[in-house]
Structure formats: structure tokens, C-alpha cells
């Protein structure tokens, strides 16, 4: 994979997992690559589609197996559950 390719899949990576920081530094070394103004918008595009289609999936998936019951914020660094290392 060439450089410019590379970059660019890192800042459609930094976009789908929300890092601020990666993105910042990938989006200037994707244009230090070579990567354009169109290049950069097609894979923040892309991106962005895959984020928000996540969300809405995990959201819809979410409330089914809540079955209407309250979710409890987790707060402190603690673990949701048994089982869970988030």
C-alpha cells in the first residue's frame, strides 16, 4: 500500500473511531502524501456512513434487549457487566 493510500485509510479510521487527535495527524500527513481535497472527503464519507450506521445498529439493538427497561450509566472506569471489559 502506498503512503497516500495508507494515510487515507487512517483517517477513515480516525472519523469511524472518533479520535480528534488522530485525525488531526493523519489528515495533515494523508495531504503530505498527496491526498487531495476530494480524496480526503470520499474516505471521511465513507467514514462517516460506516459511524453512523454502527450507532444506529448497536442503538436499535440496544433497546431491543432492554426490552423498555432503563439503561444505568456506568461511571468510575467500572466494567458494565460480568463477562465485559469495556
Same mark, same amino acid.
Request: proline share 3%.
Given at each position: &500500500?502506498?503512503?497516500? &493510500?495508507?494515510?487515507?485509510v487512517? #483517517?477513515?479510521?480516525? #472519523? %469511524?473511531? =472518533?479520535?480528534?487527535?488522530?485525525?488531526?495527524?493523519? &489528515? *495533515?500527513? /494523508? *495531504?503530505?502524501?498527496?491526498?487531495?481535497?476530494r480524496?480526503?472527503?470520499? #474516505? #471521511?464519507? +465513507? /467514514? *462517516?456512513? !460506516?459511524?453512523?450506521? =454502527? +450507532?444506529?445498529?448497536?442503538?436499535?439493538? @440496544?433497546?431491543?434487549? @432492554?426490552?423498555?427497561?432503563? +439503561?444505568? !450509566? +456506568? %461511571?468510575? =472506569?467500572?466494567?458494565?457487566g460480568?463477562?465485559?471489559?469495556?
Amino acid at each position: &500500500m502506498d503512503p497516500k &493510500m495508507k494515510e487515507l485509510v487512517a #483517517v477513515a479510521a480516525s #472519523v %469511524a473511531s =472518533g479520535c480528534t487527535s488522530c485525525l488531526e495527524t493523519h &489528515m *495533515r500527513l /494523508a *495531504r503530505q502524501a498527496g491526498a487531495d481535497s476530494r480524496d480526503i472527503q470520499t #474516505v #471521511v464519507n +465513507i /467514514a *462517516r456512513a !460506516v459511524r453512523l450506521q =454502527g +450507532i444506529a445498529t448497536i442503538d436499535d439493538l @440496544a433497546g431491543k434487549w @432492554a426490552q423498555g427497561e432503563p +439503561i444505568a !450509566v +456506568i %461511571a468510575g =472506569g467500572e466494567s458494565c457487566g460480568p463477562g465485559c471489559n469495556c
